[in-house]
């Protein structure tokens, strides 16, 4: 990677990433970017934890609900029960995705397969799919460049 790439790679993502971090520290109370001196007021109320958790709370808090053609009703709902319910714990992710947007704006989720395996004991983990949420700031999506509807491979 040359410099000029990684320059503007901050160029692009360097505005969110510090936006991400102004977000952050406000959510777990930080609102001073300097150490205040010794008998000045710090009077702060912080309700962005508690308006993060609200807002969460009642876009999640009944689960999510999916709707499928008639022709695929009688496999798909079962499915997606098995991928939330079983393969992933859907209320921890499920929180997990709405704090990341709140707080951050942006959510991003990888969902992958994991493939069957056996432990040392010889006890068989079947396979199951994955939906991760990831921290947005470690993440760098880049679009393919002459179609905004794509990501770039």
Same mark, same amino acid.
């Given at each position: 990677?040359?410099?000029?790439?990684?320059?503007?790679?901050?160029?692009?993502?360097?505005?969110?990433?510090?936006?991400?971090?102004?977000?952050?520290?406000?959510?777990?109370?930080?609102?001073?970017?300097?150490?205040?001196? @010794? +008998?000045?007021?710090? &009077?702060?109320?912080? %309700?962005?934890? =508690?308006?993060?958790?609200?807002?969460? *709370?009642?876009?999640? /808090?009944?689960?999510?609900?999916?709707?499928?053609?008639?022709?695929?009703?009688?496999?798909?709902?079962?499915?997606?029960?098995?991928?939330?319910?079983?393969?992933?714990?859907?209320?921890?992710?499920?929180?997990?995705?709405?704090?990341?947007?709140?707080? @951050? +704006?942006?959510?991003? &989720?990888?969902?992958? %397969?994991?493939? =069957?395996?056996?432990?040392?004991?010889? *006890?068989?983990?079947? /396979?199951?799919?994955?939906?991760?949420?990831?921290?947005?700031?470690?993440?760098?999506?880049?679009?393919?460049?002459?179609?905004?509807?794509?990501?770039?491979?």
């Amino acid at each position: 990677m040359s410099w000029r790439t990684r320059s503007s790679n901050y160029e692009v993502h360097g505005p969110r990433l510090t936006r991400y971090s102004n977000h952050w520290a406000w959510y777990l109370g930080y609102h001073w970017a300097y150490k205040r001196e @010794a +008998g000045e007021p710090n &009077v702060t109320i912080n %309700y962005t934890g =508690a308006l993060s958790r609200y807002i969460t *709370n009642f876009t999640f /808090g009944r689960g999510v609900h999916f709707q499928s053609e008639k022709q695929y009703e009688h496999i798909v709902p079962a499915l997606l029960d098995r991928v939330w319910s079983v393969d992933n714990d859907k209320k921890s992710t499920l929180w997990q995705m709405g704090e990341n947007g709140s707080v @951050a +704006g942006d959510c991003f &989720v990888k969902v992958a %397969y994991e493939p =069957a395996w056996y432990d040392s004991a010889g *006890n068989e983990h079947p /396979g199951r799919v994955r939906i991760l949420p990831l921290n947005a700031a470690q993440c760098f999506p880049e679009y393919h460049p002459h179609d905004r509807d794509r990501l770039a491979c």
